[in-house]
C-alpha cells in the first residue's frame, strides 16, 4: 500500500498533535508535581530550639533560635511565634500535618503565653503542635 501526498500529511499532522499533547500533559504533570513538592506540604514537621554557639558559655542558654526542619529548606528564627514563622508554617505545611516542638533542656523555654499563641494560630489554619 503506498500513501498518497494527502495522507502522508495528515499522518504527519496527527503525529505532530500527539506529539505537542503528550509535552503539554507531561509539562502539566510536572507542574504540579512542583507545587506539591515546594511547599514542603509534610505531615510532620518539627520544631527546635537550639543555641548559637559563637556567644559566651555564660550567655548561650539566653540567645535561643527556632529551626523549622523543612525537609528541603530548614527556616530558622530569631523569635518564638513570630509573624514570619506563622507565615511558614501557613504556607509550607498542609492541614492535617502534625508540628512538633522539641525543646532542649537547659535552653530558655518560650513563655506560656506565646506557646498558647502559636499552637491556637497553628489550630486555625488546621495543623497540630504537640509539645
Known sequence: MTLTKTMKLKYLAI?????V?????QAQT????????YPIL?????????????VSADDAS????????????P??????????M??????????GSVLYFNGTPGIVRPTDAQVLSLKDFCKSVGITLVL
Open 15 to 19: 503525529m505532530l498533535c500527539l506529539s
Open 21 to 25: 499533547l503528550s509535552c503539554v500533559a
Open 30 to 37: 510536572n507542574s504540579s508535581a512542583r507545587f506539591t513538592d
Open 42 to 54: 509534610d505531615k510532620d514537621v518539627h520544631l527546635m530550639v537550639r543555641v548559637i554557639n559563637d
Open 62 to 73: 539566653e540567645f535561643p533560635v527556632y529551626i523549622l526542619l523543612l525537609p528541603h529548606n
Open 75 to 84: 527556616v530558622i528564627f530569631k523569635t518564638f511565634d513570630s509573624k514570619d
Open 86 to 95: 506563622e507565615s511558614v508554617i501557613r504556607d509550607c505545611l498542609a492541614p
